[in-house]
């Protein structure tokens, strides 16, 4: 008895080792897969080198908005700009105070909101990380094709 015991456990351990194996192999072949994703053929646990840095569009004026809600696009470098719990650099020109004198947009009075609609004196802390929310043009094609049209209102 104690002899088919432990051939029934040895046949066991190699199916179990057979499983392991086969579902090692499975999982290796699902990271590529053959499918070229944007971020190229790369494994997934794979670095690869990181794309050349796209050139932001030189400074010009405000950027036409393309749907209903969408936050205005940054139309000039912020590449060594500070936003941190210490400093923002956005709002040395785009706050009421400044800006008129920098000649910038001034930011939305719903920045000086809070959530629950009290006016605030000073920047809503949900509003103060700009660049959440406001992205920086840069003159690159587009990652997929795109049809997109945007709202006849805003033309």
């Known amino acids: 008895m104690k002899k088919i015991i432990g051939v029934l456990l ?3 351990a190699l199916l179990s080792a057979s499983v392991i194996a086969t579902e090692a ?3 290796e072949n699902v990271n590529s897969g053959g499918v070229e994703s944007m971020r190229g053929i790369t494994e997934l646990d ?3 080198k990181a794309d050349e840095l796209k050139r932001v569009i ?6 036409d908005r393309d749907y209903v809600y969408q936050p205005p696009l940054v139309p000039h470098q912020t590449r060594g700009y500070e936003v941190s719990l210490n400093a923002n650099k956005c709002l040395s020109c785009h706050s009421w ?3 008129g004198e920098m000649g910038a947009t001034k930011i939305s009075v719903t920045h000086y909101q809070s959530r629950e609609g009290q ?3 000073d920047v809503s802390p949900s509003r103060y990380f700009c660049l959440q929310c406001h992205v920086t043009q840069v003159d690159a094609k587009p ?4 049809d997109f049209k945007r709202v006849d209102s805003l033309r």
């Open 10 to 12: 040895t046949a066991g």
């Open 25 to 27: 192999t499975h999982i």
């Open 46 to 48: 794979d670095t690869r």
């Open 58 to 63: 030189k400074d010009r004026g405000p950027i």
């Open 97 to 99: 105070k400044y800006a």
């Open 119 to 121: 006016v605030l004196a």
């Open 143 to 146: 990652l997929i094709e795109n």
